[in-house]
Every structure is written in C-alpha cells, then in structure tokens.
C-alpha cells in the first residue's frame, strides 16, 4: 500500500460526456503526477501539479486539465470523452524536494461506449 | 523524443532462476531509471530505482546501468512463480516526468 487513493475504482461513461477523476497523495508529498494507460502500453504522462500550478504536461489535448488543492488532493478534469480516452488512469505522488521516487495509486479505470 | 524501450517478451524462467530484463533509453543525459512491477489488473508498483551513479541490490532484485550503451536491466535472483508480472522500466529526463517503457512480461513456472 503506498497510502494513495484514487476514486472511484471503475467508472463507465458515454462518448461526449465529461468525468472527473480524484486522487489524495501520499502522506507528506506534494507532487501529484497523472498518467494514462491504455491496454497493453506503458503509463503516458498526462500532466504534473506542484503547489497547486502545473508542473510539466505531456501530449495531450487541453480537454484533460487538473487541479491540485492545498491539501495536496487533486483531479483530473477530462471534456468531451473520446472512445480512446478508455484506459486506467494513474496517479502518482512524489516529494518533489527528495528522489524522484513516484508512487502510484490504484488507479480508475473509465470505459467510455 | 524521449524514448524507453522494453522487450514485450514474455520472458519464461523456471523457478529459483535468475530473470534478466533490460530496457533501453534515448537520453544520454537521464540521470534516474525505475522498474515498476504490475499485476494484471492492479497498478505499478516501485520495486527498485537507480541514478546515474551506480548500481544497487535490494534482496533478490538488483538493477545495473549502462551509460555507455544507455540500458538498464534488472536482475531478479532466485525467481518465484510469484514475480510473474510486466515490469515496466521507466526513465526520468527531467521535473520529475517519467517516461515508461510497454513492459516486459514475465512467467515463473514451478
């Protein structure tokens, strides 16, 4: 158990719509980081948060946006849903004044029909 | 563009063998690698990660850079049915992003 939390577990939604993903970091981290795994790849980088800004974004469209909160909490913001959005959305906590060591939480996995 | 690249494999040993899986990496100027464990269905899991410095032993696993041909590999001793897993190499080329190799799968018979 890294001690990050992600809900909800399982999620289904229709093409068009829009989902928000949540996620609490680890004890004493402040860096959140989300990525995005579709079937048989490795996590893609979506976008980092620090102190509440973001921190660094992958290739991804702006219809996937964030938020991080004072408490360290964040989510993940995607518009519009597109059928290759399905994939299991990863969140990661780091101290980003320590070892670049990530820890992932369980994840949310979206399914969109 | 920052690659990783992994062998899909799988990779089959047998039990108490030692599994070898390498991954390689497109900037010479990474300075942080990590292997990553995921069972079907479950999240990454850190198992092990190195810097630019040196190699390093944690129990049975071991993971060894080489800067000279840009690969890491992890080297997993006395295999258990139970590390049967994908093992995901992930590279660090800057502000903490991770850039991860698709994995190798690997089976441990009995």
């Known amino acids: 158990e890294t001690g990050v939390t992600q809900s909800p577990t399982h999620l289904i939604k229709t093409r068009g719509q829009q989902v928000t993903l949540r996620c609490s970091s680890q004890s004493g981290h402040n860096t959140v980081s989300w990525y995005q795994q579709a079937l048989g790849q490795g996590p893609q980088f979506i976008f980092q948060y620090y102190r509440e800004e973001e921190n660094g974004r992958g290739n991804f469209p702006p219809r996937f946006s964030g938020l991080q909160f004072p408490n360290y909490s964040s989510e993940l913001n995607v518009n519009a849903l597109e059928l290759d959005d399905s994939a299991l959305y990863l969140c990661a906590s780091s101290l980003i004044a320590g070892s670049n060591e990530q820890y992932f939480g369980p994840g949310t996995r979206l399914t969109v029909t | 563009q920052k690659e990783v690249e992994q062998n899909s494999g799988p990779l089959s040993v047998p039990e108490g063998a030692i599994a070898s899986l390498n991954c390689t990496y497109s900037d010479r100027g990474s300075q942080s690698f990590f292997w990553y464990r995921q069972y079907s269905g479950k999240s990454p899991e850190l198992i092990m990660f190195?810097?630019?410095?040196g190699d390093k032993e944690d129990g049975r696993f071991t993971a060894q850079l080489n800067k000279a041909s840009q690969y890491v590999s992890l080297l997993i001793r006395d295999s258990q049915p139970s590390d049967s897993a994908t093992y995901l190499c992930?590279?660090?080329?800057?502000?903490?992003?991770?850039?991860f190799g698709t994995g190798t799968r690997l089976l441990v018979s009995p």
């Open positions: 992930a590279v660090n080329f800057g502000f903490q992003k991770l850039v």
């Open positions: 190195i810097y630019s410095n």
